[in-house]
């Protein structure tokens, strides 16, 4: 199973910025191969798909998030990153990335907490 590791969580005040980051323990390459995705899963909801960026580098985001996520690859190709600006309460939630679709027996890691406080 590959195995992502999430970083760039933390505390914030609504309307400021993060940029998470997601590394692998395959080849790096698999962020350039597959489709990839930012998810989240807030307390008591769901996991839920944030942004997806394809092989090509087409996005696309769930609405809540359109215009203030930008979900893209590092420069050395070997991570993957989610921009996330004029954060707001309901963004807090553990953020995970993976394959997108992630495969029915998806590695999920710890992910990365993000708490937007009011």
């Known amino acids: 199973q590959v195995q992502f590791v999430e970083s760039g969580g933390a505390l914030v005040q609504s309307g400021g910025s993060l940029r998470l980051s997601c590394a692998t323990s395959?080849?790096?390459?698999?962020?350039?191969?597959?489709?990839m995705g930012w998810y989240r899963q807030a307390p008591g909801k769901q996991r839920e798909l944030v942004a997806g960026?394809?092989?090509?580098?087409?996005?696309d985001y769930t609405d809540s998030v359109k215009g203030r996520f930008t979900i893209f690859r590092g420069n050395a190709k070997n991570t993957l990153l989610l921009q996330m600006n004029s954060l707001q309460p309901d963004d807090t939630a553990v953020y995970y990335c993976?394959?997108?679709?992630?495969?029915?027996?998806?590695?999920w890691g710890k992910g990365t907490l993000v708490t937007v406080s009011p």
């Open positions: 395959a080849s790096g390459s698999i962020f350039t191969i597959y489709a």
């Open positions: 993976n394959l997108f679709p992630p495969p029915h027996n998806a590695y």
């Open positions: 960026i394809t092989s090509g580098g087409s996005t």
